[in-house]
């Protein structure tokens, strides 16, 4: 069944996406073919946590996140839907366990550029939430909850500023 609106949404993400991912250093935007895509891949080259084992997290600069809107979308939109955290899977962060990414409740219909952003302060933890009772990963939450003074990890704009 085809619907013109959704379709104008799905035109206009991919218009907007592509643009932000063109004056950004940090975001690479891969959209699955067709001239109305409904996934996307986000691979961004920003700072953010990883940690293998026991040891303390360390840096690492490439995370990938898939984007999917499905046919509700504008009628409704649970995270969990939505987005799918792909790599690493040492990912380090209180709101991220693969493949689930917590950014809190969104709105139906939020647009593409406005996830980009939401996903970016998430990896480079400039939002973080260093609750147990309200995280993904406990042990994360607790190092958070400790180290807020390295917070952000990563402090570069997503979108590359004009000089």
Excluded at 137 to 159: E, G, Y
């Amino acid at each position: 069944m085809n619907d013109p609106v959704f379709d104008g949404f799905l035109t206009s993400q991919l218009e907007e996406g592509t643009a932000l991912a063109a004056s950004s250093d940090i975001l690479d935007l891969k959209p699955a073919e067709g001239p109305a895509p409904t996934c996307y891949l986000a691979r961004y080259r920003a700072r953010g946590l990883v940690k293998e084992g026991i040891g303390e997290p360390e840096v690492a600069d490439d995370f990938l996140v898939g984007i999917r809107f499905h046919r509700d979308y504008l009628r409704y939109a649970n995270p969990a839907h939505v987005l799918t955290w792909l790599a690493p899977h040492s990912i380090f962060h209180p709101n991220i366990r693969m493949p689930f990414v917590c950014l809190g409740p969104i709105a139906a219909g939020t647009p593409l550029v406005e996830l980009l952003y939401r996903v970016l302060d998430l990896i480079t933890f400039r939002n973080v939430t260093p609750r147990e009772d309200d995280a993904l990963n406990a042990v994360a939450c607790s190092w958070a909850r400790n180290n807020r003074h390295r917070f952000p990890i990563d402090r570069r704009p997503l979108k590359r500023i004009a000089r």
